[in-house]
Structures are given as C-alpha cells and as structure tokens.
C-alpha cells in the first residue's frame, strides 16, 4: 500500500488518480485544513483508495496509522505552500512542514518504511541567478516557505546517512490544469493561482484581473513562469516512486516544461481559449516577484525518463471545465 499524505489536495489528489489508473493500492491522509472531503469522496469511488484523517504534527495520529496498514512506501504532499502567509506567520509554516515532516520520517523508520517522494518547490532556489534553472543552482529562499522545504531535503539527506531513508525531491515550478474529464480540479481557499484567477475573472465579469507589474525585464514586461500540467506533474510522481524502487537511492528532479510563459501571454491565452475579453488592470509589482523563473528538466527526462504531454492551452481548458462545473458551483463561489 501507498501512503499520500496530503492526498486531498490539488496535487496530491491528481497523483492518486494517476496511481489508481496504474493499480496502485492508496491510502490518503489528510487533515482536511487545506484539502476537500469531496475531493476524497469522488476518489474513493474511482479505485482501490482508503482515507484516514489525520494530522502529521500529531504524532498519534502517524503511528496508528502504520500501525493499521501495510504501508510500503510514501509520498509526501502535506505541507502549508502560501508564500505570503508564510511570510506573515512563520511558525506556522516551520511547525507544519517540518515538524509534521520529522514526525512521519520517525514513524516510517520505526515502521521499517524506507522510501519517499516529497513534493519539494523552485521556492528552494529563491531569487534565480540564472534560466533555465537546473537543479546545481545554489539553493537560497527568500521566505519561510521556501525555507520549510528547503530545511526538509537537508533532514531528508540527515536521514538516508543515519538510516537509509532514500528519498527523492522534486522540485516544481508553476502547476496548472485539471483532471480532463471534470472529476476533481485545482481548488483552493483562497485561490492565489494565476490560471484560475483569470478564469474566475472570465466567469464573473464583475471581477477584474489584476496583472502585478508590467516594468520587469521581460519581452513583454510581465512576470514569466513555468506552467506545467497537474496531470504530466502526476505522472511524474509515479515515475520517481517507481525508479525509487528500482534504484533505492536518493535524488532530486526539477519538474516544470522548460519553457516560460509571460503573464500577459497567459492572459491572452485564456482570452483566445475562452473566446471572450477578460477584465483586466495593471497593478503594482508585488514585492519578491521574481522576473524570469523556469526550469531545466533535461534530468527528469533522461533519468525518469519524464515528458510534460500537455499544452497550456490545455490546461487553461481543463481549468475552465472544472471552474464552469455545475459540482464546483456548489462549493465555490466564483
């Protein structure tokens, strides 16, 4: 069986479908604080999953729950991923992530659980030196978020010295997209995501898009980002669990396309997708707002053997269908 912690979130939630689609065994643990119960629900209909809530800073909560199952290997999406709360409430973040972290490490050693995929961020490189960024570039956050990941790989090394606890770290840039067929999406309280923001500005015309800066040093002046889709992400989650059994070693992967989008070329995108004009304002930059941020994913292809498959046309689509959904309407008011 095949631990997610954080498996009713938007990412972990689109790896267990991945792993249901590939037979996998799941079992989902969550507290529920940031991930949906219904989200949980359509997934539990859709394979071999079983749920616990629970939460990784209790550790009761933990060892019960290998205790209970036959638990051989995990993935790791748990975690607090807000960079501006982070910067308003650190502890928080450093509590949850790796305090939470160090107690599931501890319960899988006492549980003779040796392997793990943790869902790691470009956040841990901070401001980019340079583009593409691969994963030899110098690790420098600039907030406790990026911080909390950052201090997590280094526990994680710590603990494959001492105890042969092989990980494998995958550093991603922007996520986009959603299930293609409608079942579950990217939902989040509140949304900070560029994609579903626009879209969310294109459902309900009283709400203005707000572009955040337009004086950086890019060919069009916006920010320019990675934008990979959930489900390439997903797959590829699989694939290091899987090379993770077949290796037993640890290592890191940047995840993203290899290519950078600007904001104004995302905007323009959803507009041409969507075929209607979207509300729109330039704002002030944000602070910490890097220009340029992509990555290098020559290692994941030729180690995984890992390629992002879809467009972000395709997610822009696949986030309307989900945004636009009669199921979402009820939950989330646009």
């Known amino acids: 069986m095949l631990l997610i912690t954080g498996g009713a979130g938007y990412i972990g939630s689109h790896t267990v479908l991945n792993l249901i689609e590939n037979n996998y065994n799941i079992l989902i643990f969550d507290n529920l604080e940031n991930g949906h119960i219904e989200t949980v629900d359509t997934l539990l209909g859709l394979g071999n999953v079983k749920f616990v809530k629970g939460d990784l800073r209790n550790l009761k909560d933990i060892d019960n729950l290998f205790s209970s199952y036959n638990i051989q290997g995990v993935i790791h999406f748990a975690a607090f991923a807000l960079v501006e709360e982070s910067v308003k409430n650190p502890g928080k973040y450093y509590i949850n992530n790796i305090y939470g ?55 994680m090394d710590d603990y494959d010295k001492a105890y042969e606890l092989k990980s494998i770290r995958l550093r991603y840039f922007n996520v986009a997209g959603s299930d293609e067929k409608g079942r579950i999406g990217e939902w989040h309280e509140p949304e900070t995501h560029l994609i579903p923001n626009i879209i969310k ?93 992509y990555a290098d994913i020559t290692k ?4 995984l053997k890992w390629e992002p498959k879809r467009t972000l046309e395709e997610s822009i689509k696949t986030n309307y269908l989900w945004e636009s959904s009669s199921k979402q309407e009820e939950f989330i008011n646009v």
Not at 210 to 227: E, H, P, Q, S
Not at 244 to 268: C, I, Y
């Open 101 to 155: 972290t160090i107690n599931l490490l501890d319960t899988m050693i006492r549980h003779d659980v040796k392997r793990i995929v943790f869902s790691s961020t470009c956040a841990t490189y901070g401001e980019p030196l340079y583009t593409p960024i691969d994963e030899k570039h110098i690790q420098n956050p600039i907030n406790p978020y990026g911080y909390s990941k950052l201090a997590v790989e280094h526990i």
């Open 201 to 293: 500005s294109a459902i309900n015309e009283s709400k203005t898009f707000n572009i955040f800066g337009a004086d950086y040093d890019t060919k069009d002046g916006t920010c320019v980002r990675d934008y990979v889709n959930v489900l390439d992400l997903a797959e590829a989650h699989r694939l290091a669990y899987e090379y993770l059994l077949r290796e037993n070693k640890t290592d890191v992967f940047n995840l993203g396309t290899g290519n950078g989008h600007s904001v104004k070329e995302v905007f323009d995108t959803c507009e041409k997708v969507l075929n209607q004009k979207i509300p729109v304002e330039i704002r002030e930059r944000r602070a910490g707002d890097p220009a340029k941020l």
């Open 300 to 303: 994941a292809k030729t180690i």
